[in-house]
């Protein structure tokens, strides 16, 4: 469920089909809570998403979200 939920963002906000966007999946165990990292080369843009089925994230996934934006 949180797979498609991270998906879905980013075929609806970067314009791409919905097979491109279950490609742009990275969620695992050491990805400090990006699930999702589309490059659109187009518009120059970088999408992160964090997404996450059932209860909200919590603030320890919330930080580790932030602390991987400011390493960027």
């Not at 998403?49 to 580790?64: D, I, L, S, T």
């Amino acid at each position: 469920m949180s797979r498609s939920l991270a998906a879905f963002p980013i075929a609806h906000l970067a314009s791409i089909t919905p097979p491109q966007a279950a490609h742009s999946i990275i969620n695992g165990g050491d990805d400090n809570g990006i699930d999702t990292v589309y490059c659109d080369r187009v518009n120059n843009l970088l999408w992160l998403v964090q997404a996450k089925a059932g209860n909200v994230p919590n603030m320890k996934e919330n930080k580790a979200f932030s602390d991987v934006i400011r390493d960027l």
